[in-house]
């Protein structure tokens, strides 16, 4: 049996194909045009959405939400989660004060005038206690996006750990290239500042991915996965599906854009 850090190198080797996939995909091509942009981020809020949702879970499934509170075997993963949840949840706002990185993205769409209906439908169904996938039909979301969430529920749904670690860890982070970063300058430039909250989002977002949240969330797969052939395995599943759902995503609003152009 490999050590630990050669199964999570031997993981990365084996997605490398698909995520090149993924930070070379054309839709980053067709980015430059703003009202592009806009629709891409009307997609792209639910990915945001639904991310929090997976890290939710990860914090249910290792122990750290329960009632009553009882000590647990794994403390080092709670730390790394919670440390993640911390910035992901309530993060330093441009201007002072604290924002979940959802809502920050959702500010960067006012800002930029793109469509917030869906998703604020979206969470309006949610929180008054629809089911989810109820609450997708009644806000007329893209199939895309429907398959996207779905896929992500069915993950948490499993409640099976190395899975939902993996869907978290490999498949979620750091797939935005940097071409991306910095179209979005540019457009910013151009619009006299209209994407500056956007730009902090995706600054703040890359510092803390590569600096922080990524090695966090990979020594958190380590451990969960640890010297088990079968939860690396699951991990291993569970990362390829996910990198192939988002897959779907890109195709689908890229040729959304294709064709409004």
């Known amino acids: 049996m490999l050590h630990t850090d050669n199964r999570l190198h031997q993981l990365d080797?084996?997605?490398a194909p698909l995520r090149g996939q993924l930070l070379n995909h054309p839709i980053y091509g067709l980015l430059s045009e703003l009202g592009n942009l806009r629709q891409f981020m009307e997609v792209h809020v639910f990915a945001v959405w639904d991310f929090m949702s997976l890290l939710k879970s990860l914090q249910r499934e290792l122990g750290g939400c329960s009632v009553p509170w009882v000590p647990q075997e794994n403390p080092e993963s709670i730390r790394l989660i919670n440390e993640i949840s911390l910035a992901e949840e309530s993060?330093?706002?441009?201007?002072?004060?604290?924002?979940?990185?959802?809502?920050?993205?959702?500010?960067?769409m006012l800002d930029c005038e793109a469509n917030t209906s869906s998703i604020d439908a979206f969470v309006t169904y949610l929180s008054q206690g629809e089911p989810l996938a109820d609450s997708l039909k009644r806000c007329e979301v893209d199939p895309s996006v429907e398959d996207f969430v779905g896929h992500t529920f069915e993950?948490?749904?499993?409640?099976?750990?190395?899975?939902?670690?993996?869907?978290?860890?490999?498949?979620?982070e750091d797939l935005l290239p940097q071409l991306f970063g910095q179209m979005v300058q540019q457009l910013n430039v151009k619009t006299g500042g209209r994407l500056?909250?956007?730009q902090y989002y995706l600054d703040r977002h890359i510092e803390l991915d590569e600096e922080h949240h990524g090695p966090m969330a990979q020594r958190l797969l380590v451990t969960v996965c640890g010297e088990s052939d079968e939860h690396?395995?699951?991990?291993?599943?569970?990362?390829?599906?996910a990198l192939e759902a988002r897959l779907r995503l890109w195709d689908a609003a890229a040729s959304r854009m294709t064709k409004r152009s």
């Open 13 to 15: 080797q084996q997605l």
């Open 91 to 108: 993060d330093e706002c441009q201007h002072g004060g604290f924002s979940s990185h959802f809502e920050l993205y959702r500010q960067a």
């Open 155 to 172: 993950v948490i749904s499993s409640r099976c750990l190395p899975r939902i670690a993996a869907s978290f860890t490999m498949g979620r």
């Open 196 to 198: 500056e909250a956007f």
């Open 232 to 241: 690396w395995a699951e991990a291993e599943a569970a990362a390829v599906q």
